[in-house]
Nanobody, 121 residues
Framework: VQLQASGGGLVQPGGSLRLSCTAS????????IGWFRQAPGKGRVGVLC????????YYLDSVKGRFTISRDNAKNTVYLQMNSLKPEDTAVYYC???????????????WGQGTLVTVSS
């Protein structure tokens, strides 16, 4: 059972990235997937979550209108589309799976390893 987060990298302010969270060993169809981020020297915070019925829950007001989340069950993958990126979005981004959406890290059953997003000119 594994979650693999990928798609991070270096992007200029105003740019876009799409992160992927792919599951192996289990199907994501019945799971909510939450994206969290951890900036240097700070704690891990919830960003956005998609439920098993595709409902979206934003945990950070600062990403509303810029980040969206979607899933492709055929590929067992959830995507985090990040547009209009800002330097303050720089962080390691993690995905996590649980039957429900939570903004609390300890509620999630499975975690990906994290992918680094750096927004800088």
């Amino acid at each position: 059972v594994q979650l693999q987060a990928s798609g991070g990298g270096l992007v200029q302010p105003g740019g876009s990235l799409r992160l992927s969270c792919t599951a192996s060993g289990f199907t994501l169809d019945y799971y909510a997937i939450g994206w969290f981020r951890q900036a240097p020297g700070k704690g891990r915070v919830g960003v956005l979550c998609i439920s098993s019925t595709d409902g979206n829950t934003y945990y950070l007001d600062s990403v509303k209108g810029r980040f969206t989340i979607s899933r492709d069950n055929a590929k067992n993958t959830v995507y985090l589309q990040m547009n209009s990126l800002k330097p303050e979005d720089t962080a390691v981004y993690y995905c996590a799976a649980d039957p429900s959406c939570w903004d609390r890290t300890w509620e999630y059953d499975y975690w990906g390893q994290g992918t680094l997003v750096t927004v800088s000119s």
